[in-house]
């Protein structure tokens, strides 16, 4: 079982730079576990792309079924206060916005008490470095691994 940021899952609903490495990801371990708004970053970057044109209606469509069947398949973080609790101090120790340390957080609430027990799949380079120095082991692009 691995702990799957949005930037690691985002490849896998629509093709891009880090899709065969994702899939390949995914195939050695396909138990994922993600953050409770795993799914609310998906549909955030689905619409942006969409408004920006980079997405036809029908490609739009489709990755959004795609969230949902990951979605629904995923083991998901929704203890808000647990993820929270871990995430605020994140904040102080790594140069991250709030849904990274959320990110974060949630994965170090998977991992309790080692954090090593846990590896984590991230290709947000700032996230995988953070994740790297709470002591998880990291799935990222090869030149950070």
């Not at 090593?116 to 692009?141: F, H, K, Y």
């Amino acid at each position: 079982m691995r702990f799957w940021d949005a930037s690691a899952v985002m490849p896998l609903i629509v093709e891009e730079a880090g899709t065969e490495l994702a899939l390949s990801w995914l195939k050695e371990d396909p138990d994922i576990v993600v953050w409770g708004l795993t799914r609310l970053e998906l549909v955030s970057a689905i619409e942006r792309r969409s408004r920006e044109g980079l997405l036809r209606p029908s490609e739009r469509t489709s990755a959004l079924m795609r969230v949902e069947r990951v979605a629904s398949d995923a083991h998901e973080v929704l203890d808000v206060l647990a993820v929270r609790m871990r995430a605020i101090p994140l904040l102080a120790r790594h140069a991250l916005r709030s849904a990274d340390a959320a990110q974060l957080g949630a994965a170090l609430l998977v991992a309790d008490p080692d954090p090593a027990s846990l590896t984590v799949v991230a290709l947000d380079r700032r996230l995988a470095e953070a994740a790297t120095r709470e002591g998880l082991r990291v799935l990222t692009w090869p030149e950070l691994a």
